[in-house]
């Protein structure tokens, strides 16, 4: 009878035992969901596949931390509001994500913002550029620098450093572009230049000589090219035969720019976040062996600023364990953060200030201008 006992103990204990470590385990197995809306078959393709590789990098890092396990879950947004927008409504309805990281085009971005505001939902755009997306609301977020600033340090190399007076401008025909075209030319002009016509040009265009050959009237001495399909613009410009200086923005370091531009690339200028994989920062050298381990090839800084965002919303989901308000106001506070894209300071807008430079291209690479 007291063995019979002492087995009925043991089996109850060995039975608490494992409902115990069942319930730490659930508790530290808790999965909380980031969406990602990136423009994955778009003519922003190779843009928004690096921005997923720089997100997937994160989590990795993030769940090789004992605790509340992240997960993301990558949609389609395609660079089409409409479609960014059904992407975003599955991931809320049928996915049940936390916070959003994207859409990567400007025009979806605004035109998700609003709905994720209206849902609490925390957004970090690491690509969108608009201007107008810091105003969007209290849950939205960007960790790159805006177009504004783009357009007027370019402004101010065009006509303090290359002395530039009379400008043209071609811009795609979206948010971004607007934006780009609009801060170039309230900061020229302020400096005491003349920007004498702005063209736009439309997604997708094949033939772009008709806003080319309305650029060169005036004879301009520089030709500022805002927004994505650059390649195509600076490609017609030099077949056109016009030898005009050619100066732009970040969505000149695209590899369509070597691949479809080529040889007429050479030289362009263009603005660029101040990323550099090989600084020799602990910080960007620890994450540019992993990034180059992993996908076979150096970081850009699209992928580190995805880096960052990802890792920043993965922290604020960990720590709020989910919960909007608390997640939006992690963010708020954070002051300082010591990423790879540069140091990450949040502002009333959520938006950030980062030192950007000038790259250009030569002998077929993007290179730090010198």
């Given amino acids: 009878m007291k063995w019979k006992g002492w087995t009925s103990l043991i089996i109850i204990l060995i039975f608490l035992v494992w409902l115990i470590g069942t319930s730490i385990n659930n ?40 605790g509340v396990k992240i997960r993301v879950l990558h949609d389609d947004g395609k660079c089409d509001p409409p479609t960014g927008i059904a992407a975003y409504q599955k991931l809320v309805a049928v996915d049940h994500i936390h916070a959003l990281i994207g859409p990567t085009c400007s025009s979806s971005a605004m035109a998700v913002a609003p709905i994720a505001e209206e849902n609490k939902m925390v957004m970090m755009a690491t690509v969108s550029s608009v201007p107008a997306l ?11 620098v ?40 309230k900061r020229f ?51 056109m035969e016009w030898d005009v200086p050619i100066v732009g923005t970040l969505g000149f370091e695209v590899p369509e720019m070597l691949t479809v531009a080529g040889k007429h690339a050479e030289g362009v200028l263009y603005t660029n976040p101040a990323f550099d994989p090989d600084s020799g920062d602990p910080v ?15 970081a850009a800084a699209f992928d580190a600023l995805a880096y960052d965002g990802a890792m920043l919303v993965g ?9 909007s308000d608390c ?13 790879v894209s540069g140091t990450t300071t949040f502002d009333e807008y959520g938006e950030v200030a980062k030192p950007l430079v000038i790259k250009t291209v030569r002998n077929g690479e993007f290179v730090l201008l010198t």
């Avoid at 604020?316 to 919960?323: D, F, I």
């Avoid at 997640?327 to 990423?339: F, I, P, S, T």
């Fill in 315 to 323: 922290k604020a989901l960990r720590a709020c364990k989910g919960e």
């Fill in 284 to 298: 960007v050298a620890t994450f540019q062996a992993k990034y180059e381990a992993k996908y076979g090839e150096k």
């Fill in 27 to 66: 508790q530290t197995e808790e999965v909380y969901t980031i969406g990602s809306i990136q423009a994955l078959t778009s003519d922003v393709a190779s843009i928004a596949n690096r921005v997923r590789q720089g997100i997937d990098l994160a989590v990795e890092d993030l769940n090789l931390e004992p």
């Fill in 327 to 339: 997640m939006r106001d992690y963010l708020y506070a954070v002051k300082d953060y010591a990423g």
């Fill in 189 to 239: 002009e302020a400096l005491g230049g003349k920007v004498l016509t702005s063209q736009p040009y439309d997604k997708g265009e094949i033939d772009y000589r008709t806003p080319v050959l309305k650029a060169q009237q005036g004879d301009p001495d520089v030709l500022y090219v805002g927004g994505q399909q650059a390649e195509m613009v600076v490609k017609q410009v030099r077949e």
């Fill in 134 to 144: 810091k105003d969007a609301g209290d849950y939205i977020f960007r960790n790159r």
């Fill in 146 to 185: 805006s177009g504004g600033p783009h357009g007027v340090q370019m402004a101010e190399h065009t006509y303090n450093v290359l002395g530039k007076r009379k400008a043209a401008i071609l811009f795609i025909n979206q948010d971004n572009g607007v934006g780009y075209r609009d801060a170039f030319t």
